[in-house]
T-cell receptor, first 116, second 111 residues
C-alpha cells in the first residue's frame, strides 16, 4: 500500500521541547501539504512544498515552525519550543503533478501532538 | 470573512432523511471544488468533485453555481454510516497553489 505515511501517529512533548513530524508522500507524488486541525475546528493550511522548495508558507506561524521536503527522504514539520496551544492533529497530504489543475489531495492518517 | 464558509452544524436527522449542506466561497479565481468527508479523529477523504453541470454519485448529488459562488451537497436516504463531518473544499492556483477547507458541517444520522 503506497498511501501517504505519517509518523509518529501520536507524540507527547513537554513545553519547551521540540516536535518533529514526518510525512512520506504517495509514490509518484511530488507535492506535499501540511494542515493543522485544532480540536473541534477545521483544517488550516500551513505550508505547501515540492522537493527542495517551499512553494507557499503563508499559513505557517512566523516563529518556531519550519518545514522541509529534502531531495531524499520524507517531508518534516518541525516545531521548536512547543507550547500547549500547539496540541493538535497535523495532517500531511500529497498530490501528483496533475493536481496543479485538479487540486485533489490524498491525506495521511495524521500525527496527533499533545503538549503537556 | 473566511474564504470558504459552510452551514453551521450539527445536523441531526433520522435514517432515510434527505439532508442538504451549503457552502459559499469568496475568491472568484477558485477553479476546482470538492466535498471531503472526515470521520471522527480520522483523515479527510475525498467524497466527490463538484462540477458546474452538477454530478451525482449514488445517494449523493453535488451542485456548483459559479455566479453565486455557491456549492451544495445533497444526501438522500441517509444511512447511519453517513454520520461524519462534511468539508467543502476549494482549490485555486492564483497566489500560490492552495486548497482551502471549510470548517465542516457535522452530520448525525439517528436510527
Amino acid at each position: 500500500n503506497a498511501g501517504v505515511m505519517q509518523n509518529p501517529r501520536h507524540l507527547v512533548r513537554r513545553r519547551g521541547q521540540e516536535a518533529r513530524l514526518r510525512c512520506s508522500p504517495m509514490k509518484g507524488h511530488s507535492h506535499v501539504y501540511w494542515y493543522r486541525q485544532l480540536p473541534e475546528e477545521g483544517l488550516k493550511f500551513m505550508v505547501y512544498l515540492q522537493k527542495e522548495n517551499i512553494i507557499d508558507e503563508s499559513g505557517m506561524p512566523k516563529e518556531r515552525f519550519s518545514a522541509e521536503f529534502p531531495k531524499e527522504g520524507p517531508s518534516i514539520l518541525r516545531i521548536q519550543q512547543v507550547v500547549r496551544g500547539d496540541s493538535a492533529a497535523y495532517f500531511c497530504a500529497s498530490s501528483p503533478l496533475s493536481s496543479e489543475v485538479t487540486g485533489e489531495l490524498f491525506f495521511g492518517e495524521g500525527s496527533r501532538l499533545t503538549v503537556l | 470573512r473566511k474564504e470558504v464558509e459552510q452551514d453551521p452544524g450539527p445536523f441531526n436527522v433520522p435514517e432515510g432523511a434527505t439532508v442538504a449542506f451549503n457552502c459559499t466561497y469568496s475568491n472568484s479565481a477558485s477553479q476546482s471544488f470538492f466535498w471531503y468527508r472526515q470521520d471522527c479523529r480520522k483523515e479527510p477523504k475525498l467524497l466527490m468533485s463538484v462540477y458546474s453541470s452538477g454530478n451525482e454519485d449514488g445517494r449523493f448529488t453535488a451542485q456548483l453555481n459559479r455566479a453565486s459562488q455557491y456549492i451544495s451537497l445533497l444526501i438522500r436516504d441517509s444511512k447511519l454510516s453517513d454520520s461524519a463531518t462534511y468539508l467543502c473544499v476549494v482549490f485555486r492556483n492564483t497566489g500560490g497553489f492552495k486548497t482551502i477547507f471549510g470548517a465542516g458541517t457535522r452530520l448525525f444520522v439517528k436510527a
